[in-house]
């Protein structure tokens, strides 16, 4: 016989000592802010350097929070630790996944 394992729950708040939603959408908005909306990485030659939107539509259409140690290492969440990036440097130049193609520059 399978053994399935029990459905599990979604917390309804966070863990103790970490950061609620809230909590996270001002970190994310002072990062923005302090970024001028710009690409604070500058990881590859094709990285876009304008202005980048806070949010909305795809993965592809809008700036990334990026925390500089990853919170799974014992990252924060505090403004050190966070920087603005666009989805080339976040996503290609720091995770560089293979099935992420770049986005054809208009």
Do not use: F
Not at 12 to 30: D, F, I, M, N, Y
């Amino acid at each position: 016989m399978i053994k399935r394992s029990p459905i599990r729950k979604v917390r309804s708040k966070p863990r103790r000592g970490q950061p609620t939603k809230a909590e996270k959408a001002s970190v994310r908005l002072a990062v923005y802010e302090r970024a001028e909306g710009r690409c604070e990485l500058h990881l590859l030659p094709n990285c876009i350097r304008g202005v980048l939107p806070y949010g909305g539509g795809t993965v592809w259409d809008h700036g990334h929070l990026v925390h500089l140690k990853s919170r799974g290492a014992g990252g924060s969440w505090s403004l050190d630790n966070c920087k603005w990036g666009c989805y080339i440097c976040h996503l290609v130049g720091l995770h560089n996944p293979k099935s992420v193609p770049p986005k054809p520059i208009d």
